[in-house]
Nanobody
């Protein structure tokens, strides 16, 4: 198993940017794909992006303003949130999976989440 801790959330004005970090511990981190998900109040959790060991990435169709990156030396995955909108307000979670997937049920390890609030 791998343990994950998110950070970097906060309050930002519309049009602003944030960089979320997902720090991982565990010797087998390199074996995992890492994904970001988000959940807004009253809504289901949705896939944002995922990244593999070599840096290959996939995104949900509506997440073109965001970018995912990975620093394997630091065991950290980043999610760059750009041109933020109020509808991006949510708790953002990172998660690890042995599968290359956007299905949250196939992710076995989850962080505690970090709140992102975008004001208009």
């Amino acid at each position: 198993q791998v343990q994950l801790v998110e950070s970097g959330g906060g309050l930002v004005q519309a049009g602003g940017s944030l960089r979320l970090s997902c720090a991982a511990s565990g010797r087998t981190f390199n074996e995992y794909f890492v994904g970001w998900f988000r959940q807004a109040p009253g809504q289901e959790r949705e896939f944002v992006a995922a990244i593999g060991w070599s840096g290959g990435a996939r995104y949900a169709d509506s997440m073109g303003r965001f970018a995912i990156s990975r620093d394997n030396a630091k065991n950290t995955v980043y999610l760059h949130l750009n041109s933020l909108k109020p509808e991006d307000t949510a708790v953002y979670y990172c998660a690890a999976s042995l599968l290359w997937t956007d299905n949250d049920r196939q992710y076995s390890s989850w962080g505690q989440g970090t709140q992102v609030t975008v004001s208009s």
